[in-house]
């Protein structure tokens, strides 16, 4: 089970920050990741972070994007920084159980709403 | 970089089957996976790995994928099936995974 929380009104320019919290299962050996979808768009895969700290994201965001964990405490972040009202959008968190082919994900969070207005 | 593309929308009537493909360059070389989204909620994943299904997900959802096109067939269509349904695969090439632009299955 995932549990995702982060501020959910955003002004330009500021950075986002979701924190997902992963209960049962795990954490090692797991790929976390996280997804977003602008409202009534697609979605879009925006970069994962394995049980060592190692990290990789979308090309298209990879410039303002940090995803890191926290093995102590089960859990895995995002920060998005110098948000525009582009970057409004439903935020997942979600695993994959192995990287490669074998990337798909199989368990989700709830989803966070982040609003980008100033 | 890789691009996969579905069409916008699929109609099926009740009690036939929906097919929704995902199209791309060699896409047979690759384990595609399918998810479905209802309004609102987060995507479930349906079929892994091409054609394997997760626990608890109906019989009558399977996949196949060969050469340039993947698709996802829906036997016996349900109301509930109504859906969005999106495709992904990993882009090695580029190092990270992608989605398809998502189909919205209608139910007529």
Redesign the interface.
């Known amino acids: 089970q995932l549990q995702q929380w982060g501020a959910g009104l955003l002004k330009p320019s500021e950075t986002l920050s979701l924190k997902c919290a992963v209960y049962g299962g795990t954490f090692s050996g797991n790929y976390w990741s996280w ?1 977003r979808q602008p409202p009534g768009k ?4 925006i ?1 994962e972070v394995n049980y060592s700290g190692a990290s ?4 298209s965001l990879k410039s303002r994007v940090t995803i890191s964990v926290d093995t102590s405490k089960n859990q895995f972040y995002l920060k998005l920084n110098s948000v525009t009202a582009a970057d409004t959008a439903v935020y ?1 968190c979600a695993r994959a159980p192995s ?8 368990v ?4 966070t709403t982040v609003i980008v207005s100033s | 970089s890789y691009v996969l593309t579905q069409p916008p929308s699929v109609s099926v009537a009740p009690g036939k089957t929906a097919r929704i493909t995902c199209g791309g360059n060699k896409i047979g070389s690759k384990s595609v996976h399918w998810y479905q989204q209802t309004p609102g909620q987060a995507p479930v994943l349906v079929i892994y790995y091409d054609s394997d299904r997760p626990s608890g997900i109906p019989e009558r959802f399977s996949g196949s994928n060969s050469g340039n096109t993947a698709t996802l067939t829906i036997s016996r269509v349900e109301a509930g099936d109504e859906a969005d349904y999106y495709c992904q695969v990993w882009d090695s090439d580029s190092d990270h995974t992608l989605f398809g632009g998502g189909t919205k299955l209608t139910v007529l």
């Open positions: 997804i697609g979605l879009e895969w970069g990789n994201s979308n090309p997942w990287r490669g082919d074998g990337y798909y994900m199989d989700w969070g709830k989803g």
